[in-house]
């Protein structure tokens, strides 16, 4: 009988090494048990092969509980690709990240994370059909994930301001950290629904874009965590749910697009222990793999968007689940994130 909370070890870690083109990194298939490992590639400059070997074991176990609990049928996995320090062919590298891909025949798809764009999946697409985040054909799935991954948070604010509020989301304030892809679109989806915003963003033109187009307060990000609000949305950061941060919150329910909020668990019993809500991030930000996901399994933009909207839905069992157990929510997601691997029939070919 497994031990359904338990957590889950990587199945693989493949190191890349190809002095010519300068590619060095690793990929982690952390799961197979429900598909083909996915998650995207990480370029990001790391001190040392360790700190990017740990980065992409995190990174990949997310992916696989992410994944599972968006009921998609793939694995969680990633990839890290350490920046060169000096002058290097972005191409040939890609290229060459591309038949890393390729070597593992399918185990892994890789897509776009921080610090790889469209065009360098073109690039990966040159060596493996393993690969999704290419540009949007008419009619399908596809292009930029982020307006469905604002999509899900809003779905799953819904939700969350009900239960903990029993309140609609034309009657609260969202305080939304951070103004890039995804926190842009959330606050043009909460304008529409009524919400009152208050934002805090470096990019000083963004912000008073916000201000112009939604009538958004516009705050120093510091001073966004303690805003006179119902909900705080972050967008930006991992990490930003820190000891300090969790005591200054005057929001009642956190709910937001970032990765990684939470700075360790004992923030996510801090945040119950003071009556605030918190919604689960991979739960809530799932709509952009399921965006990724369609497109690599050739699923239409409709059952695409269905599954966005449903969402709220899954947060919802999350929460029952949580206040069944009288646990916090985000122990309640990695549970359930857990067992449905665990009840996962193996793969033909995938799993070892
Ligand atoms: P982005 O880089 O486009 O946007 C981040 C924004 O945060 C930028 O506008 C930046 O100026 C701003 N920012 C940086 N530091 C800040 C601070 N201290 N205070 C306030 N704002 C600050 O990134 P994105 O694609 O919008 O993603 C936002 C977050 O959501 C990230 O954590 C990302 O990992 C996560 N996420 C994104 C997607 C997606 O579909 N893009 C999917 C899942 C999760």
């Not at 994930?145 to 239960?163: F, I, Y």
């Not at 934002?199 to 307060?217: L, N």
């Not at 705050?219 to 967008?235: N, R």
């Not at 793999?289 to 059952?303: R, Y």
Request: hydrophobic residues 50%; proline residues 5%; contains cysteine.
């Amino acid at each position: 009988m497994p031990e359904f909370s338990a957590p889950v070890p990587p199945e693989e870690v493949l190191r890349l090494d190809d002095p010519q083109s300068g590619l060095s990194g690793v990929i982690v298939i952390h799961s197979t048990a429900l598909g083909p490992a996915a998650g995207g590639c990480r370029f990001h400059r790391y001190a040392s092969d360790a700190d990017a070997v740990t980065d992409a074991l995190r990174l990949a176990e997310g992916m696989s509980y992410k994944n599972a609990l968006a009921g998609l049928p793939l694995g969680g996995g990633k990839a890290v690709v350490r920046m060169p320090d000096g002058p290097f062919d972005r191409t040939a590298l890609f290229r060459a990240f591309g038949r890393a891909v390729a070597s593992l025949g399918g185990r892994y798809v890789t897509a776009e994370d921080v610090g790889t764009s469209v065009s360098d999946m073109q690039c990966v697409a040159d060596s493996t059909r393993h690969v999704a985040g290419l540009p949007a054909r008419v009619g399908a799935a596809g292009g930029d994930p982020s307006p469905w991954t604002a999509l899900g948070v809003l779905r799953s604010m819904e939700v969350a301001v009900q239960r903990h509020l029993g309140a609609s989301l034309s009657d609260v304030t969202v305080a939304v950290q951070g103004l890039g892809h995804v926190g842009f679109a959330l606050c043009e989806q909460l304008h529409d629904a009524g919400a009152r915003l208050v934002v805090a963003e470096p990019r000083a033109e963004v912000a008073a874009e916000a201000a112009r187009r939604f009538g958004a307060s516009v705050v120093a990000s510091e001073e966004l965590v303690s805003a006179k609000a119902e909900v705080f949305a972050p967008c930006a950061l991992g990490g930003v749910l820190d000891a300090v941060a969790v005591e200054r919150i005057q929001a009642a329910v956190v709910c937001g697009a970032a990765n990684n909020q939470l700075a360790s668990p004992a923030q996510g019993d801090a945040l119950l222990a003071r009556g605030i809500l918190y919604a689960p991030d991979y739960v809530v930000n799932a709509g952009g793999i399921i965006n990724v996901a369609a497109e690599h399994l050739g699923w239409g933009v409709d059952e695409a968007r269905a599954r966005v909207e449903a969402t709220g839905e899954r947060l919802a069992a999350v929460l029952d689940h949580a206040a069944a157990e009288r646990i916090a929510p985000h122990a309640a997601a990695d549970r359930l994130a857990r067992a449905a691997i665990a009840r996962a029939p193996r793969q033909p070919g995938l799993a070892a």
